[in-house]
Every structure is written in structure tokens, then in C-alpha cells.
């Protein structure tokens, strides 16, 4: 009901609902996992591994419930028609300071890959570098003057720096499941490359994006394949919520309790988002 309320809200534009809603969607599912413990070895890793919080973890439970109520919360108003735009601007500052925090992370966790000599080799980090799209998504709804930026320097950061490590055997290694079971995707692995071949390929696809993206400050026609690519990027990934059965916590029943590979994988809806707002910016502010 609240996505159609939204929907027919007065003055929205496509571009406006569909952040709206991906933002919601994204805040009211992750506060469920919060709240229903679904995403308890999320945060248990996230705290063991801090420099400052790892004497938190016996608080493990009400840090849940806190975070997940306070995520369900801010969805909801932000998702809500009859909630007045001052408290929604509540609920995006919000979104600003979750994000920021969650940031924070890079900086007090281990999230390299020591396998491949640590920094910049990145590992569960690269989850955490999404929030830069999903800051400057928050930013954008809230008026604040260039919030477009931020969103293409987290798209470009996302593509880029994952797109690199495509071309390393731990990431093949991570890539290949996502696409045996996916029946788009799977051919790739039995007909024509093998794993680490595939995840080169997709690497060479994100890094092209990524060059493509940066034509945002100089050429329009580039800049939309930019992305219209990066936006193809994220459907396909956001594709394996479907296909990928780990996706889902196999210990709580399955569907709709995602997993730490789920949590991933969702945050591309907003990344999604945010391609829609800059194919808008884009083609309003450039002159070629």
C-alpha cells in the first residue's frame, strides 16, 4: 500500500519514486534482518573484527534490535505518503549518518584480502564501499547541492574497484557460483570460458563502465552508455537474488531471510537508483 500511496503522490517524477522505494526497500528489509536475527553473524563479524567495538559483542542482540528498528523506521517514513517532508528529511539524515558510519568501517576493520598482500586487495569491504552511491542518494533527496557527485563516485568506485579484482582467483572464485546457477549465465563457464576466463570478462565489462561513467563531466552520448551499462550491471546482479539460492539464510527457512551474500547483493538496488538520477542530471547539464 505504501507503494502505491508514494506512486500517486502529486509531483513525483519516475526517477523520485523509484530512490524513494529503493531506499525504503533497502532500510525496512535490512532492519527485519536486524531485528529477526537474521543478520546476526553480519554483525557478530563486523564487531569481533573492530578496533574500538569488539567489547560490544555481548550486546550483540539489543545492537540488532536498536539498528534493525531504527532502519525499519526511517523506511517507513521515508516510504509513506501521509508522513509530512520534514520528518521524512529526518529519516534521509538518517540514511546520512548510517552510511557515514557504516564507511567508518573500512577504517577499523580488516576488510583486505591477505591472501593477495591486504590493501588494495579489497574482500568484505567491498559491500561497505556501496554506501558512497547510497550517501549520495540520501544527499540528493534531501537538496543537498552536489549529491550527484557523490553518487557517481560511488558508482565509479564500486565498478572500478571490484571490476579490478574480478581479475583475481579469489574473486573468480566467488563469481563462479553466482553464475552456474544462474540460467542466464551459465553457459559462460560450460561453453565458452572458464572461471577465472568469465570473471575476467565481467571485469573488462565494469572498468569499461567505469571509463564510460566518466564521461559524466565531458561527453553525453558516452556518458549514457555509461550508464545505461552500469544500470544492466546492476539488474544482472540484483538478478541472483532469484537464481543464487545462498542468497537467502538457509537456517531460518529460507526466503525472504537474507544472507550475508544477499545483503550484497540487495545493495545494488539503490546503486540502480542512482543511474536513473544521473541519466537525469546528465542529460539536463550537458552540452554535447
Partial sequence: MFALAERLRPGRTFTEVFVTLSLAV????????????????VVERWLTGHAFLGSLLKHKQYIMWGLGGLQALSGLLIALYSVPDRVKRIAYWFVVAYSLGALSLMFTNNVWIDSLGGFPAIGSGQGIIKYVTLLGLALWRLGIRHAETVMLLGLILVLGWIGGMKFTAPEAAGVEPLLKTSPVFNWWLTEHFSKQGASNVIGVIELVTVLLL???????????????????????????????????????????????????????????????????????????
Fill in 26 to 41: 533497502l532500510l525496512i528489509w535490512f532492519g527485519l534482518m536486524n531485528i529477526s536475527g537474521a543478520s546476526a553473524p
Fill in 214 to 288: 566518466s564521461a559524466y563531466w565531458w561527453n553525453r552520448k558516452l556518458f549514457t552508455l555509461g550508464y545505461l551499462l552500469a544500470a544492466f550491471t546492476f539488474v544482472v546482479t540484483l538478478s541472483f537474488l532469484v537464481t543464487f539460492a545462498p542468497a537467502w539464510n538457509a537456517k531460518m527457512g529460507g526466503f525472504p531471510y537474507l544472507a550475508s551474500s544477499g545483503l550484497f547483493l540487495l545493495k545494488d538496488l539503490p546503486l540502480l537508483a542512482a543511474c536513473f538520477v544521473l541519466s537525469v542530471r546528465g542529460a539536463a547539464t550537458s552540452g554535447h
